[in-house]
Every structure is written in C-alpha cells, then in structure tokens.
C-alpha cells in the first residue's frame, strides 16, 4: 500500500483544499524524506488531529552548508510512500527543487535570536533554510495543524516563534523524541553510522538522562549540570563533541539555575556522523 504522491504546488492545494471543502481539517507533517519509524510517529499523531495529514517529502536546498553533501542526502520516495501510507497519512508532496524554488526567488525567512546558538553558528544558513521552506509549506498547503518532533527542539523552538511572530494560522504541536529501544533518537543520520559507532551511539542519550537526574534530584546549577553533560559525552571512545549546552527551553537564552523549563541539547560526531538530542529539565 503507498500514498497517493503529487508533485506540484497547484496540485497540493487542490487536495488540501477539496479535503477543507469536504469537512476535513488539514494536517502537514514536513519532512526531508528518507523517513523511519519516528516520521511515522509524527505521521500517526497528525492523523489524530486532522482527518487529512498531508506529508512533504523535500530535501531542500537552502537549508545546506557549503560541506553539506545535498547531493549525497538519501531519497527513497517509494518507501517514504509505503511508510505513509500504512502510519496513516493522506497525501504525499514530493515536489522538485525548481517547484519550490522558481528562478528569481530571492526572499527568505529567519529568526535571527533564536538561531545564533547551539546548531545556529556551527550551520549558518540552515536556520533560514528551514523557516524559508516552511513557511512557504504553510503557505502553499494552508493546514490547520503543523507536527514536529522534540528531537529537533531548536527548530521546533524557532518555527513556533516563526509562525507567532508572523500571525501563521496553524497550530504546532511537538511530539516527544522517538527513541531505539537502546535509547538512541531515531534519526535518518544513524544509518550512517559503523557498527561501533552505533554501539556507542546510546552513550549520547545516557548522558542526558544523567543530567536530568541530577536536576530531579535537586541539583539546579545550571553551569555545574553543563559541565556535567560535557564530561560525560566526551568521554565517549571517539566522541568529537560540537556542544553540551543548557538553555532557558522557550528562549534558548543561558541560565544561572533551573529556575523555569530548561533544554539540555547536544551535538555529537562519531566518525563523520553529527548526532544531536536532547532532553527537557523541568
């Protein structure tokens, strides 16, 4: 069983629009393809807020550095199909590169407070990718509902700031991390991983939780818990850690203690595979 899969902006808003007509609210789960069992986690959650649950499948673009292989990004639409279909969702949009981009497009879309720390510095331009193309999803699609996963939490953070500050009509709703059973965040990146770096991978999330522990059991020195969750990646085998931060979790400003919501975020490369995750201290 696959979804039905169309190409084109003019085609999307038909369907999304037919759907509306008929009664059905619209939900948009946007996705670069090579999905997995936590995009269908996402796919499965939209259809339980909406009754259409169109899915895009777009690697886009401008949302890569310049050693950022786009080329190299899997695209496995057959089965991208396959997984939507069975975890419930509608429609497919799977346009091109020159359909969402037309030649002479020069506006982009960024929040640049929100984007000047953790994965901001260390990618510039991706920020201003992804709020780019989303909007031009929430545009093109119109849904009532948006669904994003925690395992990209400053994204999340950065488009529901997006969508407030520039009057989106849609609702966002973040669904919890989707983890392996050995707690590794599922993520399109881990089959890139060797067979070490796969069996060490879990030792990412282990350190989270550690801090997590830590603040529950009352610890609430924020820069004590940081160090913490540095020592603890980097003494990963083989571990290159690009940051071990905690953040104020609406904000992403720094903190003295754990005064309100916090977000304990990482980005770790085993081998040549950049890994992040992170976990909420509440």
Known sequence: MTAAVVHTVAAVRAAAAAARVAGKPVALV?????????????????KTLAPFVVVSVFVNPTQFGPAEDYAKYPRTLDADRELVATAGGDLVFAPTAAEMYPPGTAAFVEVPKLDGVL?????????RGVCTVVLKLFNIVAPDVAVFGQKDAQQA??????????????TMHIEPTVRESDGLAMSSRNRN?????????????????MVQARAAAGEFDAARLESALLAATQAIPGARVDYASILDAEHLSPLARLDRPALAAVAVFLGTTRLIDNVLLD
């Open 119 to 127: 994965c901001g510095p260390r990618r510039p331009g991706h920020f």
């Open 157 to 170: 953070i950065i488009l529901t700031k997006m969508v407030a500050d520039l009057n989106v009509p849609v």
């Open 193 to 209: 991983l060797t067979a070490e770096e796969r069996a060490l991978a879990p030792r990412i999330y282990h350190a989270l939780r």
């Open 30 to 46: 946007p996705t670069m393809g090579a999905l997995h069992a936590g995009h269908a986690r996402l796919v499965t959650a939209a």
